[in-house]
Nanobody
C-alpha cells in the first residue's frame, strides 16, 4: 500500500522560508515521478514542481521558479520542497503526489497517489 505523508507546513511572514517534506512508502518501482501541488481556497489544485527520481530532472511552474527548490533525499523515498521568498499568494494546502513517469507532470489527474496535505500560510 502506497503512503505519502507530508510535513513541515506552518505560518510565516512574507519573505520568509519553509521546507516541506514528503515521506513515501510502499511503492515498488525504483524510479518514479514525485510532485508538489497546492490548492488555495476556492481555486483549483495547481502544480508547483516535480522531480524524476531516476534522472533527477526537475520541473517548476513559472510562479515559483527561482524561489522554490524540489529535491529528493538520499534514499529517494523522501521529497522536499524548499520555499524561499514566500508571498501571500503562496498560501495554500500543499500536497505531494506520485506516479510512474513525469510526462504531463503538471496534470493533477495523472497522479495515482496523494498525501493528505499540509497547510502553508504566508502573511503580509
Amino acid at each position: 500500500q502506497v503512503q505519502l505523508v507530508e510535513s513541515g507546513g506552518g505560518s510565516v511572514q512574507a519573505g520568509g522560508s519553509l521546507t516541506l517534506s514528503c515521506a513515501a512508502s510502499g511503492y515498488t518501482y525504483s524510479s518514479y515521478c514525485m510532485g508538489w501541488f497546492r490548492q488555495a481556497p476556492g481555486k483549483e489544485r495547481e502544480a508547483v514542481a516535480a522531480i524524476a527520481t531516476g534522472s533527477g530532472t526537475t520541473y517548476y511552474t513559472d510562479s515559483v521558479k527561482g524561489r522554490f527548490t524540489i529535491s529528493q533525499g538520499n534514499a529517494k523515498n523522501t521529497l522536499y520542497l524548499k520555499m524561499n521568498s514566500l508571498k501571500p499568494e503562496d498560501t495554500a494546502v500543499y500536497y505531494c503526489a506520485l506516479k510512474n513517469y513525469c510526462g504531463g507532470w503538471f496534470v493533477p489527474s495523472s497522479y495515482n497517489y496523494w498525501g493528505q496535505g499540509t497547510q502553508v500560510t504566508v502573511s503580509s
